[in-house]
Every structure is written in structure tokens, then in C-alpha cells.
């Protein structure tokens, strides 16, 4: 304590620590934002890397790199890697950079909850990573740890697997209450509810989602903990126990978790696709109700990723009619982007192509979960690689390809640089067409048959799993051009103006004085 006491008291008197301490005791929100963001990024890279072995393996058939054990790890670390440390930590280093910014607060309410809630997190990442290195190996059932994978025929890992989902959550949940308390109690005189920035919306939705479906995610683990090393039968059948309700508990924490990973995309692209068409946003009011409605609705189609385990052909119909219903307000978000840029201005520099691009690709993606929803046709689709397709779509060029856009149309505001256009493109473009040769494929090899999840596959499905791993190849690949870009960017370059987008290609845009701030291009400066 006394450190930190005397951290305050050079803050006070305007010294800042220099150096790692600067880093690991900051509570300033643009400086936890950059930590969060840059640890996304490193986890989205490791992750990747994760991906690579999972393609490599499944160029061609039969048994070629690693054994079928550790491609199983592989799978699951990926997913759990992707999920819960690139895409998640990456909305909230962008929450954490934007949202004082945008309401006009002087930082985040909870600073030193807000540095905490960062810290831990890289610590749980490498008890799930030193997972791999234990005797009998890390985690290998599947990023959904179903029972009784992972109560019954798990390695002794499992206890810390849960331990880093554990720290997981309580981050999220820390993160989601700084938020909350943030918007309600730090906003500027006279910014009242409807005259909130769309991302600041979507981020607040996200928070009471989060904090509502962490502790489900918490609890089934620890059950799952339980069952394992205790003697518990939650999940045992043969001590009374239920391996379905495993999933119903599951599903419960996974689908709003989905929301939870597309929301904050929503507000990105509700504040680029303005920009660019130099028009203010078409239907405000009615992309927060949907935004709202979204949220609510997640609740209720949870089992939609359980048609196949004999449920009660009612609670099938229920669900399925859930599911077809939350297209509705997503269906409301598309429409008010695309009557945003009609009759726009448009100009497409890099983060508009990337919004186009998410608008496009996640649209696909949205499509394809309408087909999974319909209860006798995903007797066909279930488990095999037309969910892989479908998942992806959502979460590749919907989460990731949002961060991207967020990362180029604030980077000038981040750094004071503008970044090489050029590079960009070329980090766009091959992006763009590598992730549809990765994942556009994959929807015929699910329609064939071919089950997700293993290392070996049936000589029909040769040709198209060597496209799809050259794609994956190609897009992995294609990131090293982003990473060289941001470094590029952030040691120096063309000094960026203060408000970056306004009057490009020559084009100057002004908002009427009356217009709420949804409506800017980009943040009020601050001082």
C-alpha cells in the first residue's frame, strides 16, 4: 500500500512513473485500454498460431503432424483462446479508451478495480497455456467442456483449466460493473439516455449481460470441478445425475456469451458507417431498442444448440421460434446501416471497407444461423463443419473484423499518426479474400457430412480441406501486415489532424447544433 500511497501523492504533484511501473500500477483508462488491446491482439496471435496446427493437420487426410490427443487440445485451447482472450479483452481495452471519452468523463469510475480487472487476466492465460506442458496434457474436450468429456475421461489439467476460467470471469465481471457505473454516473451535464453514442449503448447492454451469464459460467465449472475430483454426480448418470443438464447450464452462460461478443461490434459500426456516408445514423432510437430486445431475447435460445438431444418437441418449437425472432431487431440494425450510406457521401478508407465488409460477411453468417435454427434441418447441420462456417462468419468477420475497423478509425485519435494507407489495403484485401477461401468452403464440406472436431477425415472431403487450409494460411498470415502497421503507426508517421475523418476526399461535414453527439465522427477532444 504505501507504493501505491505514494504513487498519489506524485500524481498529486504531477509525476507520473516511468517505465513497467507506469504499466503495472496506472489507473488511467487509455492506458489500461492500450493493455488490454495489445494483449488481445498477442492472444489473438496465439490462438492463431493454434489454428494453423488445427489446418495444417487437416490438409490432407489420414494422420500427418500431430497425434489425435494433442489436436484435440488444440481445438479446444484455441477456441477458449479466441473467445475469452482476443475477442472479449479487445471490446473492453476499446471501452476502456473510448467510453470516457464519449460521455465526457474524466476516466473510468472504478480506476484501480479497472487496473485489477486487467492484471489478472494475463495470470489465468498461462495456468490454461502451462496446461500444455502438464503430464498428461491440457484441456482435450472441446471448448464447451461437455460431460462427461471433461468430468469423467479429462486429464488431471482439468482443476486448472477451471482455475483460469474462474479468473476469467471474475475479470469480465469486474470490467462489466466499471462500465455500468461509469455510463450511469460519470456523464457529462445534459447528455441524457437517447443522446448516448450508439457504442456507449451497446457496451452498456453488454455490461448487465455479462454480469448476468458470468456466475452461470462459474458455477457449471465448478460443478464440473466437483464431479471430478469430489465424488459429486451432477453430471453422472449413474449417481443420478444429468449429462443433458450440462448443456442446458451451459448454453445458458454460451449464447448471451455470442451477444455478448457482437454487441459492442454493433456500436463500432453504428459510429463508422456515419462517418463515411456523412450522414447521421438512420433510426437511433430504434437501434437501442433492438439493441436491447437483442439482449433479452438471447436468454430464451439457449437450446437451439441442443435439437438434437431429445428434448420435448414443444420446447423445440419454443426455442426454434426465439431463434427466428432475435433475426428480427439484427434484421433492424443491417437495415439502418445500409439507409445510412443510401444517398451518402461515401468515401471508403479502411475502416468503412471493414465495416462494409462485416456488414456483408456477418449478414452470411446471420443467414446460416436462420438455417441452424429451423429444428428438422439442423438434424443435418448439427456437429458438423456448416456450424464451424457458421460460428466463424459471426465471430471472424463479425467480432474481429469490427475490432479492425474500430483499430484504423481510432488509431489517428490513439496515436497522433496517421497509419500507412497502403499497408492497410493490402491488410484489408488480403484479409478480406483469405477469410472467405478459409470459411466459404466449409458450409459445403458440413452439407456433405463431414463431422467438426476430428483430425482425420474421409478421402472425399481432400480437395476442399486443402482450399480452406491454404485460406487459413493466408489469413493468418495477412495479420503480420496489421501488426506491422500498428507498430509502424504508433513510432511515428503523418500527424494525424484532430478530428481525422472530417473532410476527407475534400468533403466537409457538418452536424446541426441540435444533433445529439451519436452523430459526430469522432470523440470531443480532451485536454
Known sequence: MSVVTDLDHQAEHGHQPRGLLRWLLTTNHKDIGTLYLWFSFIMFLTGGAMAMVIRAELFQPGLQLVDPGFFNQMTTVHGLIMVFGAVMPAFTGLANWMIPMMIGAPDMALPRMNNWSF??????????????????????????????????????????FVFSIHIMGISSIMGAINVIVTICNLRAPGMTWMKLPLFVWTWLVTAFLLIAVMPVLAGVVTMVLTDKYFGTSFFDAAGGGDPVMFQHIFWFFG?????????????????????????????????????????????????????TTGMPVFAELFVMYCT?????????????????????SLSFELPMLFAIA???????????????????????????????????????????????????????????????????????????????????????????????????????FADVNSIVSLGGFAFGLSQLIFLYLVIKCIRGGKSAAAKPWDGAHGLEWEVPSPAPYHTFTTPPEVK
Open 119 to 160: 492484471w489478472i487476466l494475463p495470470f489465468a492465460f498461462l495456468i490454461l497455456l502451462s496446461t500444455l506442458f502438464t503430464e498428461g496434457g491440457g484441456p482435450n474436450f472441446g471448448w464447451t467442456f461437455y460431460a462427461p468429456l471433461s468430468t469423467h475421461y479429462s486429464p488431471d489439467s482439468t482443476a486448472l
Open 255 to 307: 449464447h448471451p456469451e455470442v451477444y455478448i461478443m457482437i454487441l459492442p461490434s454493433f456500436g463500432i459500426i453504428s459510429a463508422i458507417v456515419p462517418t463515411f456516408s456523412r450522414k447521421p445514423l438512420f433510426g437511433y432510437s430504434s437501434m437501442v431498442y433492438a439493441t436491447a430486445s437483442i439482449a433479452g431475447l438471447s436468454f430464451l435460445v439457449w437450446a437451439h444448440h441442443m435439437f
Open 324 to 344: 427466428m425472432l432475435i433475426s428480427v431487431p439484427t434484421g433492424v440494425k443491417v437495415f439502418n446501416w445500409v439507409a445510412t450510406m443510401w444517398r451518402g
Open 358 to 460: 462485416f456488414i456483408v460477411l456477418f449478414t452470411m453468417g446471420g443467414f446460416s444461423g436462420l438455417m441452424l435454427a429451423i429444428t428438422p434441418a439442423d438434424f443435418q447441420y448439427h456437429d458438423t463443419y456448416f456450424v464451424v462456417a457458421h460460428f466463424h462468419y459471426v465471430l471472424v468477420t463479425g467480432a474481429v473484423f469490427s475490432i479492425m475497423a474500430a483499430a484504423y478509425y481510432w488509431l489517428p485519435k490513439w496515436t497522433g499518426h496517421m497509419y500507412d494507407e497502403r499497408l492497410g489495403q493490402w491488410h484489408f484485401w488480403c484479409s478480406v479474400i483469405s477469410v472467405n477461401v478459409l470459411f466459404f468452403p466449409m458450409h459445403f464440406l458440413g452439407l456433405a457430412g463431414m463431422p467438426r472436431r476430428i483430425p482425420d477425415y474421409s478421402i472425399q
